[in-house]
């Protein structure tokens, strides 16, 4: 079974411009999570969704948003880009229905100058 | 979910067993405890899980004592590449969905 696909894997932005990742999470997966990973705070979850509704939700400001769709794949978007946005963006999926037992993309690396 | 308390960082030779204990004070009757791996840029991997008395399998095994308040993810005979982070997470599944709380995790380093 292919694991959680992320794209693109590396970013270079400007501040001020926005940004999309994609993730596509294992087949038959229908929960997708969100994190974001920096050296300072560490691991920090964004959100969830599943069934293409946002069921949690991390303490991000509004700039970040997300969405999935009838096919589970999910998009993260970040507008008016910060330079401490930049981080890894790590994508999970599971099964879903309340499981600890996530599946972890690679991540994109973004990086805002 | 329960704060969890892991030291920040331990080293280790190859061939030999690491032992990485974990603080859970606040542990709740339905909290399970459960252990990730993280390899540099990469995404975090599912180690092991349990809620009571041992669980092993192919890569680890997890003793939890009977108050669980603490845990301990043992990792027999390791090798350089089991050099990697390793985060020790406490909260219970549930059918409201997932929001996994990492801490600062423990920085494994194996010499050789």
């Known amino acids: 079974k292919a694991g959680v696909t992320q794209t693109p894997r590396y970013l270079i932005k400007t501040r001020g411009q926005q940004v999309t990742l994609s993730c596509s999470p294992i087949?038959?997966?229908?929960?997708v999570s969100w994190y974001q990973q920096t050296p300072g705070q560490g691991l920090q979850f964004l959100f969830e969704y599943f069934s293409e509704t946002q069921r949690n939700k991390g303490n991000f400001p509004g700039r970040f948003s997300g969405r999935q769709f009838s096919n589970s794949r999910s998009e993260m978007n970040v507008s008016t880009l910060e330079l401490g946005d930049s981080a890894l963006y790590l994508c999970?999926?599971?099964?879903?229905?309340?499981?600890?037992?996530?599946?972890f993309g690679p991540g994109t690396r973004l990086t805002v100058t | 979910l329960a704060k969890t308390t892991q030291p920040i960082s331990m080293d280790s030779y190859e061939g030999q067993e690491v032992n990485i204990t974990c603080s859970h004070n606040?542990?709740?009757?339905?909290?399970?405890i459960t252990w990730y791996q993280q390899f540099p840029s990469q995404g975090p991997r599912f180690i092991i899980q349990g809620y009571k008395t041992k669980v092993t399998n192919e890569v680890a095994s997890l003793f939890i004592p009977a108050d669980r308040k603490s845990s301990t993810l043992s990792l027999p005979r390791v090798s350089l590449s089991d050099t990697a982070v390793y985060y020790c997470?406490?909260?219970?599944?549930?059918?409201?969905?997932?929001?996994?709380?990492f801490g600062g995790g423990t920085r494994v380093l194996v010499k050789p």
């Open positions: 999970a999926s599971s099964l879903g229905g309340g499981q600890y037992e996530q599946y």
């Open positions: 997470l406490v909260g219970a599944p549930t059918a409201a969905g997932n929001k996994l709380t």
């Open positions: 606040n542990i709740a009757t339905n909290d399970y």
């Open positions: 087949s038959g997966h229908r929960s």
